[in-house]
């Protein structure tokens, strides 16, 4: 099974028009190790409205995820890859968190040490087992109104 997420997060959408990379700043964003980007100017060849509006363009967006879990679209937001709905859902939520937790690191100033190669792939095998635990107190926090 395969699950795709589309998101207008706030804070990751700076990111798909800067020069900066969104890049693992913390154990729940391991998985953001290699994130690619897709620009849908030069997938249509012209100019667009931003959306993704016909179907080979779609392929360009699937094909821009490479090996990738998440992609950012230019002047538009992100897609997230899960291989189940949890799994997207999980790393859409993380990539909104991470880079918020990443901006608010730049705007202090001064170096940031983000995740190694190896330790995002660590984090990333470690977080997949708490899909389930996460998508659950989701669930309950809908439920209840929080």
């Known amino acids: 099974m395969q699950a795709i997420v589309h998101s207008h997060s706030p804070s990751i959408t700076p990111f798909t028009v800067s020069s900066l990379r969104l890049k693992p700043f913390f154990h729940m964003g391991g998985f953001l190790k290699d994130v690619r980007r897709f620009e849908i100017r030069a997938a249509s060849g012209r100019m667009t409205d931003m959306l993704v509006r016909a179907p080979e363009l779609g392929v360009y967006l699937a094909h821009s995820l490479g090996s990738s879990c998440i992609s950012l679209i230019c002047g538009h937001g992100s897609v997230a890859d899960g291989r189940s709905l949890r799994g997207a859902v999980y790393r859409a939520v993380y990539a909104e968190i991470n880079a918020r937790i ?45």
Request: net charge negative; proline share 2%; no cysteine.
């Open 102 to 146: 990443q901006t608010a690191s730049i705007g202090l100033g001064g170096q940031i040490t983000y995740l190694s190669d190896e330790e995002a792939v660590l984090a990333t095998e470690s977080t997949v087992p708490q899909y389930d635990r996460a998508w659950e107190l989701w669930l309950k926090a809908v439920a209840s109104g929080d």
